[in-house]
Each structure stands twice: as structure tokens, then as C-alpha cells.
């Protein structure tokens, strides 16, 4: 027997952006634990949104599980949030999922580093150089020194926890950046997305940072963040074909207004047609297009063959995983093959 510490991680129920919360207890078990030895428990809902202070118990239903590389016999436990009776909480998105394995998400996912207010390497007044050398910036006057310390660890921590970490980069404004996460079966990438979100805050701790998800914290000429949305489904993948190909960008046209209600709040700040994104309130595709609604690879496109996978650019980077895959696979399953 062994003492293990389990770390179980939350969506609260506040809007439009769910906030990450976790509690720790020490449980025993003969060797590492599998998920359904993990016990369900329960948390104070009136003190996150998800319950009124008379009758206050949710309960958290461990889902994934991934060692901790940062703590000792520790385990990161995703959790979903579920009703007295059962059923799930109306903030758990992860439930309306209609999960299939064959669905294939990548998220990028763009943030900034927060100190005092203010982007890290912003001066106490004014602004840094303009835009120009910081994306994929080599050298102190580009990234500066924390950043590229924190995204490298952070990419440590997540491929020792088993999550499908698949890069990093400096993005176009100074104190930006961006890591990929990639996931077969929209679940499990969307998991991987929320416990890499937690890490990387829980690190950011340790250096009095905050982790800005707003999509254009900075007003001005500078890039606001996204997480692009890359997806594909084996129909897509092994079959694909121009017709089907411009069937499903109709039904996307369609579904404009679900799509945004759900790829994150004040996008209308950041889809503007400028810096690499189309306006909010029009659909477009288009081969290599990043100002495109959605950006179709050349690989797609190769021998017109219309196969592989595609990019939703507009998800800013405050928006769920679980809602914009659970909404991209409805609008996909809405189309016949
Ligand atoms: P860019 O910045 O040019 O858009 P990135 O390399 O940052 O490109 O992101 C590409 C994303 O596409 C990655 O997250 C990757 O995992 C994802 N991706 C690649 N192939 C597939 C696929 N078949 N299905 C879904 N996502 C994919
Ligand atoms: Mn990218
Ligand atoms: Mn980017
Ligand atoms: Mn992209």
C-alpha cells in the first residue's frame, strides 16, 4: 500500500468563462490506481456557481487521470461536475459531447503572461517595440527571459503527464505565446487541453504570473489570441471528396451564430479582418486563407483529393474545449455522407 495524492480538477459554473478549481485528498492503493477505482466526491457548489447555499452538494466524477510530475505519488484527476441525482450539472460541457473516437481535435491554444497588470516586458508606461521581431523571437529584447523558461517547462510537466503536448511558440505580440495540444477522440483532447490549461497556471504561481486568456487584452495594433481549432474525422480522413467538402462548409455557414456563441466571449474584438482573422459576422473558407473563417491545408487539397483534416480559426482563446468540439462534431454530424 501506498498513499497517493490525488489532485481533482473542476469547471466552476461562472459565465461566459468556466474558471479551473481543485481540491486535494489522500487516498491508499496497492500499486498506481486506474480511473474506476478513483471515488467519486463532492464539492460546496454555492461557493462556485453551481448551487444554492441550502442545498449545496455537486458531485465530481473523475473522468481522466494523469500522473503529476510536480508532486510526489501525485495524480491529476479531471473531473465532471454532476447532480445529487446523477446526472450532469448544466455546466458540465464535457457531457454533451457526443464523442466518437474516430474525431480527431488539435487545439492551439495563445495566451499571454500577466505581471502587474500588464503584459510581461510592457513597461510601466507606454508600449514595447511594435510587433514584428517577438513572434518565434530568439534573444532577451525579443521573449525576454521567464517566458520561454515557463512555456519549456510547461512542455515538461505536460509530456510527463502523458499529455499530447506537440509544440511551442512565441506568438506576434510581445508576452505571447502559444502550445498545441493534440487529442484522438474529441474527450480526451479536449482533457488534455483543460489539465495543460491547469498546469500551466499552477506554474505561473510560482512566478507571481497570471495566465491571460482574453482574446485582445492589449487594444491596438497588437494580435489578440486564439485556439485555433484543427479536426478531422475518419470520414474526412479516408474518405473526404470535394462534395462532401462543400457540403459541410455550407452547413458551417449555416450554424455561424452557434458556432461563435460558444468559441469564447468578446470575439467581436479580435474577428475583426485584421491581424490574420476573418470578421465575425462572415463565413469564409480558404486554401493556406489565415483570413479565413476556416483555413484548409494545402494537403487537404492535394491531387483534389479534398482529404485530411481542417482549421477552424475563429475559437479565441478563452473558449472551452469541450463546447467547441462538441459543437464542430454536431455541425459535422449534421451532414449526410
Ligand atoms: P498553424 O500555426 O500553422 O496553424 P500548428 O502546427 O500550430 O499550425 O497547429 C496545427 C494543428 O493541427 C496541431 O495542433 C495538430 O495537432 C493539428 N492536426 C494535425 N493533423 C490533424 C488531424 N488529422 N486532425 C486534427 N488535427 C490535426
Ligand atoms: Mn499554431
Ligand atoms: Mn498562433
Ligand atoms: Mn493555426
Same mark, same amino acid.
Given at each position: 500500500?501506498?498513499?497517493? !495524492?490525488?489532485?481533482?480538477?473542476?469547471l466552476?459554473?461562472?459565465s461566459?468563462v468556466? +474558471?479551473?478549481?481543485?481540491?486535494?485528498?489522500i487516498?491508499?492503493?496497492? $500499486?498506481f490506481?486506474t480511473?474506476d477505482q478513483?471515488?467519486e466526491? &463532492?464539492?460546496?457548489?454555492?461557493?462556485?456557481? *453551481?448551487? %444554492?447555499?441550502?442545498?449545496s452538494?455537486?458531485?465530481?466524477?473523475p473522468?481522466?487521470?494523469?500522473p503529476?510530475?510536480?508532486?510526489?505519488h501525485?495524480?491529476l @484527476?479531471?473531473?465532471?461536475?454532476?447532480?445529487?441525482d446523477g446526472t450532469?450539472?448544466?455546466?458540465?460541457?464535457r457531457?454533451?459531447? =457526443?464523442d466518437?473516437e474516430?474525431?480527431w481535435f488539435?487545439?492551439?491554444?495563445?495566451y499571454?503572461?500577466y505581471?502587474?497588470?500588464?503584459?510581461?516586458g510592457?513597461?510601466?508606461?507606454?508600449?514595447?517595440e511594435?510587433?514584428?521581431?517577438y513572434?518565434?523571437g @530568439?534573444?532577451?529584447?525579443?521573449? &525576454?527571459?521567464?517566458?520561454r523558461e515557463?512555456?519549456?517547462i510547461?512542455?515538461?510537466?505536460?509530456?510527463?503527464? &502523458?499529455? +499530447?503536448? $506537440?509544440?511551442?511558440?512565441?506568438?506576434?505580440?510581445?508576452?505571447?505565446?502559444e502550445?498545441?495540444?493534440?487529442?484522438? &477522440?474529441?474527450? !480526451?483532447a479536449a482533457d488534455e487541453m483543460?489539465?495543460?490549461?491547469?498546469?500551466?497556471?499552477r506554474?505561473? %504561481?510560482?512566478?507571481?504570473l497570471?495566465? +491571460?486568456?482574453?482574446?485582445?487584452?492589449?487594444?491596438g495594433?497588437w494580435?489578440?489570441?486564439?485556439?485555433?481549432?484543427?479536426f478531422?474525422?475518419?470520414y474526412?480522413?479516408?474518405t473526404?471528396?470535394k %462534395?462532401?467538402f462543400?457540403?459541410?462548409?455550407?452547413?458551417?455557414? %449555416?450554424? @455561424? $451564430?452557434e458556432?461563435? =456563441? @460558444?468559441y469564447?466571449?468578446?470575439?467581436d474584438?479580435?474577428?475583426?479582418?485584421?491581424?490574420?482573422t476573418?470578421?465575425?459576422?462572415?463565413?469564409s473558407?480558404?486554401? =493556406?486563407d489565415?483570413?479565413?473563417s476556416i483555413?484548409?491545408?494545402?494537403?487537404?487539397v492535394?491531387?483534389?483529393?479534398?482529404?485530411?483534416y481542417?482549421?477552424d480559426?475563429?475559437?479565441?482563446? *478563452?473558449?472551452?474545449?469541450?463546447?467547441?468540439?462538441?459543437?464542430v462534431?454536431?455541425?459535422?454530424q449534421?451532414?449526410?455522407?
Open positions: 500500500m501506498a498513499k497517493y !495524492r490525488l489532485d481533482y480538477i473542476w466552476d459554473g461562472y461566459p468556466q +474558471n479551473l478549481r481543485t481540491k486535494c485528498t487516498k491508499e492503493f496497492d $500499486e490506481p480511473l478513483l471515488p466526491w &463532492g464539492f460546496d457548489g454555492s461557493s462556485t456557481k *453551481q448551487a %444554492e447555499g441550502g442545498d452538494d455537486c458531485i465530481l466524477k473522468v481522466a487521470l494523469f503529476d510530475p510536480t508532486r510526489v501525485g495524480i @484527476v479531471m473531473c465532471e461536475v454532476m447532480l445529487p450532469p450539472h448544466p455546466s458540465n460541457a457531457a454533451t459531447i =457526443a466518437d474516430g474525431t488539435g487545439f492551439e491554444q495563445e499571454f503572461l505581471q502587474d497588470g500588464r503584459p510581461l510592457f513597461p510601466e508606461e507606454g508600449y514595447p511594435p510587433q514584428g521581431l513572434y518565434c @530568439v534573444g532577451y529584447s525579443a521573449v &525576454g527571459d521567464i517566458g515557463i512555456s519549456d510547461h512542455l515538461d510537466y505536460c509530456l510527463e503527464a &502523458g499529455i +499530447n503536448h $506537440e509544440g511551442i511558440n512565441a506568438e506576434v505580440a510581445k508576452g505571447q505565446w502550445f498545441q495540444i493534440f487529442g484522438k &477522440g474529441s474527450k !480526451r483543460w489539465v495543460a490549461r491547469f498546469l500551466l497556471q506554474l505561473c %504561481e510560482e512566478y507571481g497570471d495566465v +491571460n486568456y482574453h482574446c485582445k487584452p492589449v487594444k495594433d494580435n489578440g489570441s486564439g485556439m485555433h481549432c484543427n478531422s474525422t475518419e474526412l480522413r479516408e473526404g471528396g %462534395e462532401y462543400l457540403k459541410l462548409m455550407d452547413a458551417f455557414e %449555416e450554424n @455561424v $451564430e458556432h461563435i =456563441a @460558444v469564447g466571449p468578446d470575439n474584438q479580435r474577428l475583426t479582418g485584421l491581424h490574420e476573418q470578421s465575425i459576422d462572415k463565413f473558407w480558404g486554401v =493556406a489565415r483570413g479565413a483555413r484548409v491545408p494545402h494537403s487537404f492535394k491531387d483534389d483529393l479534398y482529404k485530411g481542417l482549421e480559426r475563429r475559437p479565441n482563446s *478563452q473558449g472551452c474545449p469541450y463546447k467547441i468540439a462538441s459543437r462534431i454536431k455541425t459535422i449534421s451532414v449526410s455522407v
